[in-house]
């Protein structure tokens, strides 16, 4: 079943939709900065709010420049693509959104071969797997160009260490580096590091500012002024060139401003389930950041959720659930008591 399932027909008024953060809806204030912005024409590079974001988001990561984008799909495309040639190869773990999520977009669109590694219990890869498949230079091989890691991956903040390891096997054979951080912010805030900590090992970031940051749509990816040149002409040439688009990048602006700290409340909330869960003994529970997985025991049936207005996904076999800025403390409240009664419920059917 696919993770990202449509909200049931059968579900009655939605109080608390955990199937991911991308729900979020821009708060009051959000919007108020949205409706005030200062706009011009993007296209031109004449949007001050597009330019801002662009500029202050690049100083906070020590990258040199950066691409405002419509969605985090869309800058991972122009971040291979930018990197990438037709025949050359992405090397990526096998449950990464550029492999599983992104309709093979940089294959599709740019003839770029996407090989698929295993992806260790901790969300990164085994660098002696990405040196292994960095292919040796022969006129039957595509050739190998860049190493594109996930962080967070599954909710899973990848340790810094295991990222940099990564990251050396694959520079020592000549790779360039990506990182998807579509939850850029969440892993800083688990992994404790700074900013640029978690940056700097790449050549390219995607950060998305449209999850648990709370805009309603937008992405920006970083690197090297001649990377972003690239990206820059390719997002034009994929339509993703925006007018006034500063009412967008408002919204990113607050977001990096104002919701980057309180994302420690979504994992402790996301903490918070999993003990309640576990206690339950309705089935194995995972927790990574602001992400819980419940593998649920034969007899427990969530698809009671649907009643209590609880909307969840359902990546086969477990049912993940994101907790976000819109789970207030009242609908928090409501999950837990609806999986009491679902957990009394038990075998009852
Ligand atoms: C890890 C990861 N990367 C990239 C994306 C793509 O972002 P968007 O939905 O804005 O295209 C997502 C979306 O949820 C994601 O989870």
Redesign the pocket.
Do not use: W
């Given at each position: 079943m696919s993770q990202y399932s449509s909200l049931s027909n059968s579900l009655g008024p939605v109080v608390a939709d955990l199937r991911?953060d991308?729900v979020t809806k821009p708060c009051t204030a959000m919007r108020a900065a949205m409706a005030e912005a200062e706009v011009g024409d993007d296209v031109y590079g004449e949007d001050p709010l597009v330019n801002r974001l662009e500029s202050s988001l690049a100083e906070r990561l020590g990258k040199e420049a950066a691409v405002f984008v419509p969605?985090?799909?869309?800058s991972?495309l122009l971040g291979m693509l930018a990197h990438c040639g037709r025949g050359e190869e992405v090397i990526a773990g096998e449950s990464?959104?550029?492999i599983r999520?992104?309709a093979a977009g940089a294959s599709v669109l740019g003839g770029v071969a996407l090989q698929a590694l295993p992806v260790a219990q901790d969300g990164g890869l085994d660098p002696s797997a990405i040196a292994s498949a960095v292919k040796e230079e022969d006129i039957h091989h595509p050739i190998s160009r860049l190493l594109s890691l996930?962080n967070?991956?599954y909710g899973r903040a990848v340790p810094l260490a295991r990222i940099n390891a990564g990251v050396e096997a694959g520079r020592a054979l000549g790779l360039s580096t990506h990182l998807?951080g579509?939850?850029f912010f969440n892993a800083i805030t688990a992994l404790g590091c700074s900013e640029r900590e978690l940056a700097a090992p790449f050549d390219t970031v995607?950060v998305?500012l449209?999850?648990g940051l709370g805009a309603p749509v937008g992405?920006v990816l970083l690197g090297p002024v001649d990377l972003m040149t690239k990206a820059r002409r390719m997002r034009k040439m994929l339509g993703g060139g925006m007018r006034q688009a500063g009412i967008l990048a408002a919204a990113g602006l607050f977001a990096l401003e104002r919701n980057v700290a309180r994302l420690t409340e979504d994992h402790q909330r996301a903490d918070a389930l999993a003990a309640h869960l576990r206690a339950l003994d309705i089935g194995p529970v995972t927790q990574a950041t602001n992400m819980v997985f419940l593998t649920p025991v034969p007899g427990v049936d969530l698809g009671g959720l649907a009643a209590y207005g609880i909307a969840t996904s359902a990546p086969d076999p477990a049912c993940r659930m994101v907790l976000h800025r819109d789970i207030d403390e009242a609908a928090f409240a409501h999950v837990l008591s609806a999986f009491d009664a679902i957990a009394a419920q038990r075998g009852a059917a």
């Amino acid at each position: 079943m696919s993770q990202y399932s449509s909200l049931s027909n059968s579900l009655g008024p939605v109080v608390a939709d955990l199937r991911s953060d991308t729900v979020t809806k821009p708060c009051t204030a959000m919007r108020a900065a949205m409706a005030e912005a200062e706009v011009g024409d993007d296209v031109y590079g004449e949007d001050p709010l597009v330019n801002r974001l662009e500029s202050s988001l690049a100083e906070r990561l020590g990258k040199e420049a950066a691409v405002f984008v419509p969605s985090g799909t869309q800058s991972n495309l122009l971040g291979m693509l930018a990197h990438c040639g037709r025949g050359e190869e992405v090397i990526a773990g096998e449950s990464y959104h550029v492999i599983r999520y992104e309709a093979a977009g940089a294959s599709v669109l740019g003839g770029v071969a996407l090989q698929a590694l295993p992806v260790a219990q901790d969300g990164g890869l085994d660098p002696s797997a990405i040196a292994s498949a960095v292919k040796e230079e022969d006129i039957h091989h595509p050739i190998s160009r860049l190493l594109s890691l996930e962080n967070t991956n599954y909710g899973r903040a990848v340790p810094l260490a295991r990222i940099n390891a990564g990251v050396e096997a694959g520079r020592a054979l000549g790779l360039s580096t990506h990182l998807d951080g579509a939850r850029f912010f969440n892993a800083i805030t688990a992994l404790g590091c700074s900013e640029r900590e978690l940056a700097a090992p790449f050549d390219t970031v995607s950060v998305c500012l449209s999850k648990g940051l709370g805009a309603p749509v937008g992405s920006v990816l970083l690197g090297p002024v001649d990377l972003m040149t690239k990206a820059r002409r390719m997002r034009k040439m994929l339509g993703g060139g925006m007018r006034q688009a500063g009412i967008l990048a408002a919204a990113g602006l607050f977001a990096l401003e104002r919701n980057v700290a309180r994302l420690t409340e979504d994992h402790q909330r996301a903490d918070a389930l999993a003990a309640h869960l576990r206690a339950l003994d309705i089935g194995p529970v995972t927790q990574a950041t602001n992400m819980v997985f419940l593998t649920p025991v034969p007899g427990v049936d969530l698809g009671g959720l649907a009643a209590y207005g609880i909307a969840t996904s359902a990546p086969d076999p477990a049912c993940r659930m994101v907790l976000h800025r819109d789970i207030d403390e009242a609908a928090f409240a409501h999950v837990l008591s609806a999986f009491d009664a679902i957990a009394a419920q038990r075998g009852a059917a």
